[in-house]
Each structure stands twice: as C-alpha cells, then as structure tokens.
C-alpha cells in the first residue's frame, strides 16, 4: 500500500494562510520578522494554543550570530517587558531534551551557556536566574512537566523559560528559524511523541518558550507506515552555534535595564 504522509509542525507561522495579519511583518537586517497574537478563534483555525507568537526566519547563523543576538535579545526584553516582571523577579531556565540525540540537544546545550545567579548572595542583576535540564522520560522515567511542577511548586519562580528543539514543515526552515511564544509548549508534539503540556494553565506560571526547528517531516510517498524525519548534515556545528546564539541572547536579555 502506498501511503502519503502527513507533516507536523511545531510552528504556527507554518499553519498561518498567506492572508493572516501579523501585528508586525518586517525585515530586519535580512531576516524575516513576524509577530502576531493568537486569540481563540484564531487559535481554534491554526490548531495552536493562545498567547503571543514571534517568527524570525532566515538566519544566517554561521555569519550573523552578532545581528540574530541582537534581534532575539531585544525581542526576549519586549516580552519580559510585557509580563511587567519586577526587579529581583525569579527566573527559572529550562533546558528541555536528550542531551546524547544531537538534533534534540538544543535545551542541554543551552543550559551549559546560561549565566546562573540564584546562588550569590550579593547579586547586582536585574533578575534572579536559576536554570536545569529535566532531561527526558527515557532517561528519569519521569514527565519533564511534572520535574518542573515539583521545582515551580518549591521555589516559586515569576517565570519560566523553556527551550527546546522543533520541528517544521519546511526543510529551509531548520536551523534556520527561531519562535518565540507566550503560549507554552508540548515536548515532543511536532514528531507526534506527546508529552505533558508545558503553560501557565499547567504550571500557574507565566511561560515564555523558544524553540529552532532541528528536524523535519519527509513529504514524500513510501511503502510502508513508518515516520520519517531529516536533520542538516551539519547538525552538531549547527547546535554548537545555535546554542551559543540562544544563550547570549537569553543573558543580554536579562542583563538589560
């Protein structure tokens, strides 16, 4: 039998119709930038949560790290912005994913990067920032929200920054596409390995969630009902950069006053 297979995506500008409105639609510096708030109705046609998405394609990681930083810091800052987060505001980071699966390394790899202050007792900062890798359920047997769960339900954070690695529609989109959202996030959910929803409804926190597509579905017809997917040829250089990218953009963004 000879079946056609249907691609997922975790990224809502791939479910947006050419005639949506984005509330921003520019290019910046060569890259595509979009934003655009999903209400419900909105959110019922795309088939993706409410909240606040951002779209950046078209980075060119290998030659402008410096211009992508700049632009996912300042986007990173307009949201923190938004959540009107005090000074002193607890920030928990949350690096999701397999750490020894490379296109799936992103969260790990970020984490490594992140610069940590919970633990100095004179901090001079802007925020308080604590970070951790549940890792996933192969490894702890465990749901990463319930890991999570448990930490928010301790330390009570003012917000929680998930990072993860995607997946989309289109090839020309992996590792070259960032998404940002208010919305949350459901590990595992473009590659149909459904994980425990990751969201302020879920958590009681306000959630803000990056992700960079590292793999996509093959949109072709095969013999057999089986899944696959494609990552970059050059996929650790990729998460080895793209981390970094990741990672300054998150600290200059809450260094900034």
């Given at each position: 039998?000879?079946?056609?297979?249907?691609q997922?995506?975790d990224m809502?500008?791939?479910?947006?119709?050419?005639?949506?409105?984005?509330d921003v639609?520019?290019?910046?510096?060569g890259?595509?930038?979009k934003?655009?708030?999903?209400d419900?109705?909105l959110?019922?046609?795309?088939?993706?949560r409410?909240?606040?998405?951002?779209?950046i394609d078209?980075?060119d990681?290998?030659?402008?790290?410096?211009?992508?930083?700049k632009?996912?810091?300042?986007?990173?800052y307009?949201c923190?912005?938004?959540?009107?987060?005090?000074?002193?505001?607890?920030?928990?980071?949350?690096?999701?994913?397999?750490?020894?699966?490379?296109?799936?390394?992103?969260?790990?790899?970020v984490?490594?990067?992140i610069?940590?202050?919970?633990?100095?007792?004179?901090?001079?900062d802007?925020?308080?920032?604590?970070?951790?890798c549940?890792?996933?359920m192969?490894?702890?047997g465990?749901?990463?929200k319930?890991?999570i769960?448990?930490?928010v339900?301790d330390f009570?954070?003012?917000?929680?920054i998930?990072?993860d690695?995607?997946?989309?529609?289109h090839?020309?989109?992996?590792?070259?596409?960032?998404?940002?959202?208010?919305?949350?996030?459901?590990?595992?959910?473009g590659?149909?390995?459904?994980?425990?929803?990751?969201s302020k409804?879920?958590?009681g926190?306000?959630?803000?969630a990056i992700?960079i597509?590292?793999?996509?579905?093959?949109?072709?017809?095969?013999?057999?009902?089986?899944?696959?997917?494609?990552?970059?040829?050059d996929?650790?250089l990729?998460?080895?950069?793209?981390?970094?990218?990741?990672?300054?953009?998150?600290?200059?963004a809450?260094?900034?006053?």
């Amino acid at each position: 039998m000879v079946i056609l297979m249907n691609q997922r995506t975790d990224m809502a500008v791939e479910n947006m119709q050419a005639d949506f409105q984005y509330d921003v639609d520019r290019i910046i510096q060569g890259m595509n930038f979009k934003k655009i708030t999903v209400d419900a109705a909105l959110a019922k046609k795309i088939k993706k949560r409410e909240g606040i998405y951002y779209n950046i394609d078209n980075i060119d990681y290998r030659y402008k790290a410096k211009e992508i930083v700049k632009l996912l810091s300042l986007t990173l800052y307009d949201c923190l912005n938004q959540l009107n987060l005090k000074k002193k505001s607890q920030i928990l980071i949350v690096g999701l994913g397999n750490d020894f699966v490379t296109p799936d390394a992103l969260g790990p790899l970020v984490i490594n990067k992140i610069e940590v202050n919970r633990h100095l007792e004179d901090n001079p900062d802007q925020y308080i920032v604590s970070a951790m890798c549940p890792g996933v359920m192969g490894q702890t047997g465990m749901e990463s929200k319930d890991i999570i769960q448990a930490i928010v339900d301790d330390f009570h954070p003012n917000l929680v920054i998930i990072v993860d690695a995607l997946a989309c529609n289109h090839a020309s989109r992996m590792c070259n596409s960032i998404q940002i959202s208010t919305a949350g996030i459901n590990p595992g959910s473009g590659i149909y390995n459904f994980r425990r929803e990751i969201s302020k409804k879920s958590l009681g926190v306000d959630v803000l969630a990056i992700g960079i597509p590292t793999v996509s579905d093959i949109d072709c017809f095969i013999e057999m009902d089986d899944n696959y997917f494609v990552t970059p040829k050059d996929i650790d250089l990729a998460m080895d950069i793209l981390s970094g990218i990741v990672a300054e953009s998150i600290n200059k963004a809450l260094r900034k006053e």
